[in-house]
């Protein structure tokens, strides 16, 4: 099946017992047993439920993965994959990632004998080999990233990876399954914020961790169960919902988001804008060698680089809300360095270039003309 058949397919079938043609929200915490361990396969709602393996099973079809396991928000995924990890091990990680990430691996893993290293990976060749040693077991990349939208070459980070003997995890959460599939570059985790465009109606908050590796598979199934940062049927039941149009969604995301990249290019008061569309756009031709297009994620700095003028903008638009997180069909705009990055020390958020006025755009599907005036008119304030 082509991806825009998977949508709507890919682990679904009608419900055997009534024919619903969608899948039903089994919600429910417990299932009746014959006897002791003689049952139809469920046992109780943290450890299984039907209609979070309906779309655990859609996800891994869409990312070509064998195994797909769901978990209560995206960090509870990031979570259960570092628990992958024994104390001692090191992670080599790309600098400019989501605040989030930092913060957990920093306050919540190193604390317990875990090492991280944060690197520029836009050239992996000179940024990843310095830093292996005996003790380093995954490379955790971002691509494209958050909120500086650069371009790792998944592909070259394999190869490097390989030749080691380590994991690597992409963060696939910036395109979606259908804009890049890091499973088919040699990838061998992939995780998403299910919450962003998968889900794509900010109704929802549920990660994603996708893998061909069967031993992988059981340990994050494990944990699942484990701990129990399960979603629950009826957010499952929303997301796939919403995947059903992934692909026409991100189609007009991509569109409106390089309108608003082009405006924003040419306008006086802007000085960088942040889209790997842009053919001088580092890793440019990566991104369209790895992507189906170029996303929907658009982020700027103002020539007057201060925190009041960042925050005159982002308090003047009125169809862009300002608020945190991505993907929704309506656009959002946000700002990093209080925001979603409040958690990366100030000296590190500035050598990735999140600096006091850059602004992260979430551009949504609603007519790029009018979202074009509204930041036009908020830029003149």
């Known amino acids: 099946m082509k991806f825009g058949t998977k949508v709507i397919h890919a682990g679904i079938t009608p419900d055997p017992s009534t024919g619903a043609i969608m899948t039903p929200i089994y919600q429910t915490s417990t299932y009746v047993q014959a006897a ?22 859609n996800l891994a079809a869409l990312e070509g993965a064998r195994f797909g396991v769901c978990f209560a928000s995206g960090m509870a995924a990031t979570d259960t994959i570092i628990r992958l990890l024994e104390p001692g ?6 600098s400019d990632l989501y605040g989030g990430t930092y913060r957990l691996f920093t306050k919540g893993y190193e604390r317990y004998g875990l090492k991280f290293h944060f690197t520029d990976m836009t050239d992996p060749a000179a940024a990843i080999a ?24 998944i592909e070259a980070v394999v190869k490097i990876a390989k030749a080691n003997g380590l994991k690597v995890c992409v963060d696939n959460t910036f395109a979606s399954p259908y ?35 069967e031993e992988i598979h059981e340990r994050l199934c494990f944990y699942q169960n484990a701990v129990g940062a399960v979603p629950g049927p009826m957010d499952c039941f929303l997301t796939l919902r919403g995947i059903k149009t992934l692909h026409l969604r991100i189609e007009q995301h991509c569109k409106n988001g390089a309108a608003i990249a082009h405006f924003l290019r040419d306008h006086a008061a802007v000085d960088k804008v942040h889209w790997p569309g842009f053919e001088d ?12 297009h170029f996303g929907g ?59 006091d006025s ?21 830029l003149e304030h």
């Open 36 to 57: 002791p361990g003689d049952h139809q396969g469920y046992e109780y709602g943290r450890t299984q439920n039907p209609t979070r393996n309906a779309l655990q099973q």
């Open 89 to 94: 091990d090191e992670v080599i990680a790309a």
């Open 130 to 153: 310095p830093l292996i040693n005996a003790n380093t077991k995954l490379i955790w990349i971002e691509t494209p990233s958050n909120p500086m939208l650069n371009i790792i070459d």
């Open 179 to 213: 804009l890049q599939q890091p499973m088919r570059l040699g990838a061998d985790i992939v995780v998403h914020s299910a919450t962003k465009y998968i889900n794509g109606h900010s109704d929802v908050i549920m990660g994603a961790v996708l893998c061909d590796d």
């Open 281 to 292: 756009h580092t890793n440019h031709a990566i991104a369209a060698r790895q992507m189906r």
């Open 297 to 355: 994620m658009v982020s700027f700095s103002l020539k007057k680089d201060t925190l009041a003028d960042g925050v005159r903008v982002m308090s003047a638009t009125k169809l862009f809300a300002l608020a945190e997180s991505l993907g929704g069909v309506e656009s959002l705009i946000g700002h990093p360095a209080t925001m979603t990055h409040a958690s990366i020390p100030l000296e590190e958020r500035l050598k990735t270039g999140v600096v």
């Open 358 to 378: 850059l602004i992260r755009l979430s551009v949504g599907i609603e007519d790029p003309d009018d979202l074009i005036a509204d930041l036009a008119q908020a």
